[in-house]
């Protein structure tokens, strides 16, 4: 079992920039990718980014270049560094977590990029 707590989340103003953390906890021996989705109302859940253990990553085209997804592995963790903020990136965000082959789910941490 994987537990996934997101923080981070928050209010900004278009163009700035938030930092999303992801900790993984719980009985498991190693986590293969770690990845982010978000969920805007009415909208079905989409990928954001994911990263794979040993440090390769994929993004939507939707976000590349202006964020960045990162992990630590030694404190089971990962990061979502968001830039260039749009008002369309305002969505609930979630951490995702493939472990022996088993899919994982955090509750969810909102942003909100508006002026």
């Known amino acids: 079992q994987v537990q996934l707590v997101e923080s981070g989340g928050g209010l900004v103003q278009p163009g700035g920039s938030l930092r999303l953390s992801c900790a993984a906890s719980?009985?498991?021996?190693?986590?293969?990718?770690m990845g982010w989705y978000r969920q805007a109302p009415g909208n079905q859940r989409e990928f954001v980014a994911m990263v794979y253990s040993n440090g390769l990553t994929h993004y939507a085209d939707s976000v590349k270049g202006r964020f960045t997804a990162s992990r630590d592995n030694d404190r089971n963790m990962e990061f979502l560094q968001m830039n260039s903020l749009k008002p369309e990136d305002t969505a609930v965000y979630y951490c995702?977590?493939?472990?022996?082959?088993?899919?994982?789910w955090g509750r969810g941490t909102q942003v909100t990029v508006s002026s």
């Open positions: 995702n977590a493939v472990s022996a082959g088993r899919g994982y």
């Open positions: 719980g009985n498991f021996s190693s986590i293969l990718i």
